[in-house]
């Protein structure tokens, strides 16, 4: 499975992006899809889940209410949408996909796409 991610970019406080990850090489459709963020000196920490029907979601809590990850199995891509951003949200977003059963560490995932910078200001 090959991930690409894409949206990032710079907003302002309270603004809204929508990052996007294609997969290729496989269909996601047994595929645990999630997002990762990782800010400058610190660890990759998760962000959002789905399992791969999209009825089952899980948010770490400082996104809860404001990021909803979803997904399109017949364009084989996962969104997350991103509003009331913050600049604490500042950070490198990462797709990740792993089969059939979601998890919050890094290591729990088989694949990873190359990352989208997402810089909130002030």
């Known amino acids: 499975v090959q991930l690409q991610a894409s949206g990032g970019g710079l907003v302002q406080a309270g603004g809204s992006l929508r990052l996007s990850c294609a997969a290729s090489?496989?269909?996601?459709?047994?595929?645990?899809m999630a997002w990762f963020r990782q800010a400058p000196g610190k660890e990759r920490d998760f962000v959002a889940s789905i399992n791969w029907s999209g009825g089952t979601t899980y948010y770490t809590d400082s996104v809860k209410g404001r990021f909803t990850i979803s997904r399109d199995n017949a364009k084989n891509t996962v969104y997350l949408q991103m509003n009331s951003l913050k600049p604490e949200d500042t950070a490198v977003y990462y797709c990740?996909?792993?089969?059939?059963?979601?998890?919050?560490?890094?290591?729990?995932?088989?694949?990873w796409g190359q990352g989208t910078l997402v810089t909130v200001s002030s």
């Open positions: 090489g496989r269909t996601l459709s047994s595929y645990v």
């Open positions: 990740a996909a792993r089969q059939y059963y979601s998890g919050t560490y890094p290591s729990q995932y088989d694949y």
